[in-house]
Nanobody
Framework: QVQLVESGGGLVQAGASLRLTCTAS????????MGWFRQSPGKEREFVAG????????YYADSVKGRFTISRDNARRTVYLQMNSLKPDDTAVYYC??????????????WGQGTQVTVSS
């Protein structure tokens, strides 16, 4: 089992920045990918960003390219999502995911509980 805990969400104004953090614990091993997803009321969960074990491979949804940056620290078993130039459309619950890959269609086996991000206009 793997446990994921997200933090860093909050209420900000449009144009502001936030950094989300997700820390993994439990039976983690090397080679896993990590991803961030989000879900807002009435919408399906959508992929935001993913990162490979090495950190060299990253993938972003078109809606966040150029504004969000995903990174990881394997020694701390932590993945980050730096979110800049936030927009009201970014308002959602953000979930961290752990899995075999790091792309939208990859298999993610474990999920965090989510952290709320609210962007006011």
């Amino acid at each position: 089992q793997v446990q994921l805990v997200e933090s860093g969400g909050g209420l900000v104004q449009a144009g502001a920045s936030l950094r989300l953090t997700c820390t993994a614990s439990g039976r983690t091993s090397s080679g896993y990918g990590m991803g961030w997803f989000r879900q807002s009321p009435g919408k399906e969960r959508e992929f935001v960003a993913g990162i490979s074990w090495s950190g060299i491979g990253t993938y972003y949804a078109d809606s966040v390219k150029g504004r969000f940056t995903i990174s990881r620290d394997n020694a701390r078993r932590t993945v980050y999502l730096q979110m800049n130039s936030l927009k009201p459309d970014d308002t959602a619950v953000y979930y961290c995911a752990f899995g075999a890959g790091w792309r939208p269609a990859s298999r993610y086996d474990y999920w965090g509980q989510g952290t709320q991000v609210t962007v006011s206009s």
